[in-house]
């Protein structure tokens, strides 16, 4: 539902192309770990991935269950709350374990949350938290690598400016890019594994961003 709600939704407020270096879907049973930038990226990342013929579980910060029909979404779609910095957060990681071994895919953000600054430009990953090599350690499961640019774009600044942002965004129309990159296998403890897969995101990032900026102005 989320996957083809964002597929419906995303083009109305910007110009979203997607590039990767899969043959198709992407693998059954991985783990997709994506940059965080923007409250409007996962819609974008979902898209994007929809696109490619996959609709992942999301792991997301367990507020947004208690959206009353956001969270009744998640709740349908099997999604995994994340209840951060509480004796429950390391649950997530068993629930995302479980849905691997059922071969679907999941789509974790490696920083872990928003970056604090409030211009709308779009930087490097920020520092990668644990999480995401636990996991694929725990599990064995590749990591497809997805940066995506221009979310910031629809959405960022304070809450005033980011309801500004997505209202105006049908008319400014801007250019958002996400690629996927090829699976990588995480090795090492999980500090090296962490550093590899912050690398690989950074590396797709690059690429994205690039993409995107050299997309043509809306005429």
Same mark, same amino acid.
């Given at each position: 539902?989320?996957?083809?709600?964002?597929?419906?939704?995303?083009?109305?407020?910007?110009?979203?192309?997607?590039?990767?270096?899969?043959?198709?879907?992407?693998?059954?049973?991985?783990?997709?770990?994506?940059?965080?930038?923007?409250? +409007?990226?996962?819609?974008?990342?979902?898209? /994007?991935?929809?696109?490619?013929? @996959?609709? $992942?579980?999301?792991?997301?910060?367990?507020?947004?269950? !208690?959206?009353?029909?956001?969270?009744? +979404?998640?709740?349908? *779609?099997?999604?995994? $709350?994340?209840?951060?910095?509480?004796?429950?957060?390391?649950?997530?990681?068993?629930?995302?374990?479980?849905?691997?071994?059922?071969?679907?895919?999941?789509?974790?953000? &490696?920083?872990? &949350?928003?970056? !604090?600054?409030?211009?709308?430009?779009?930087?490097?990953? &920020?520092?990668?938290?644990? #999480?995401?090599?636990?996991?694929?350690?725990? @599990? #064995?499961?590749?990591?497809? $690598?997805? #940066?995506?640019?221009? %979310?910031?774009?629809?959405?960022? *600044?304070?809450?005033?400016?980011?309801? %500004?942002?997505?209202?105006?965004?049908?008319?400014?129309?801007?250019?958002?890019?996400?690629?996927? #990159? /090829? $699976?990588?296998?995480?090795?090492?403890?999980? %500090?090296?594994? @962490?550093?590899?897969?912050?690398?690989?995101? @950074?590396?797709?990032? !690059?690429?994205?961003?690039? !993409?995107?900026?050299?997309?043509?102005?809306?005429?």
């Amino acid at each position: 539902m989320l996957s083809r709600l964002a597929t419906t939704l995303v083009p109305l407020l910007g110009r979203l192309t997607v590039t990767s270096d899969l043959a198709g879907a992407v693998p059954a049973g991985s783990i997709v770990a994506a940059n965080h930038s923007s409250l +409007a990226d996962p819609g974008v990342v979902l898209a /994007a991935l929809h696109r490619l013929g @996959t609709d $992942p579980v999301v792991m997301a910060t367990a507020g947004l269950w !208690r959206i009353p029909v956001l969270g009744r +979404a998640l709740r349908d *779609g099997g999604h995994i $709350p994340v209840h951060r910095r509480t004796a429950r957060a390391a649950d997530a990681l068993d629930t995302a374990a479980a849905a691997l071994a059922e071969s679907r895919v999941v789509l974790i953000y &490696g920083e872990g &949350g928003l970056p !604090r600054r409030k211009d709308p430009a779009d930087t490097a990953p &920020g520092t990668f938290r644990t #999480g995401l090599a636990r996991l694929a350690a725990a @599990t #064995g499961a590749p990591v497809v $690598p997805l #940066g995506q640019c221009g %979310a910031r774009r629809l959405s960022s *600044g304070s809450t005033a400016k980011q309801f %500004a942002g997505l209202a105006t965004a049908p008319l400014r129309r801007p250019a958002l890019h996400v690629h996927v #990159g /090829a $699976p990588v296998r995480l090795t090492g403890d999980t %500090a090296a594994a @962490t550093a590899a897969a912050h690398r690989a995101v @950074t590396e797709a990032w !690059r690429t994205a961003a690039a !993409r995107a900026d050299a997309a043509p102005a809306r005429l």
